[in-house]
Nanobody
Framework: QVQLVESGGGLVQPGGSLRLSCAAS????????LNWYRQAPGKQRELVAG???????NYADSVKGRFTISRDNAKNAVYLQMDSLKPEDTAVYYC?????????WGQGTQVTVSS
């Protein structure tokens, strides 16, 4: 069992930066693929970025070059550095941990990009 708690969301002006954190409890954190998803009002949840247990990363086209995902297995944590934020990045951001057999979700953290 893995429990995930996100933090770091908030209100930021366009062009600004935020760093989201996701702290995990439970064992064997290092084996999980870790992902950040987001869901804007009236839209489906979408994958923003992912990092495998081996450290390989992937990003949605809309955030490439602006967002960076990283993980710290010693701290049981995954991060999402978000730079050059745009109003269209406004959404609830969710942390996800996935193995071949299980998928766990955090409760989400709100990110609002507005002047």
């Amino acid at each position: 069992q893995v429990q995930l708690v996100e933090s770091g969301g908030g209100l930021v002006q366009p062009g600004g930066s935020l760093r989201l954190s996701c702290a995990a409890s439970g064992s064997r954190f290092s084996i999980y693929g870790l992902n950040w998803y987001r869901q804007a009002p009236g839209k489906q949840r979408e994958l923003v970025a992912g990092i495998t247990s081996g450290g390989f990363t992937n990003y949605a086209d809309s955030v490439k070059g602006r967002f960076t995902i990283s993980r710290d297995n010693a701290k049981n944590a995954v991060y999402l550095q978000m730079d050059s934020l745009k109003p269209e990045d406004t959404a609830v951001y969710y942390c996800n941990a996935r193995s071949p057999f299980m998928s766990y979700w955090g409760q989400g953290t709100q990110v609002t990009v507005s002047s």
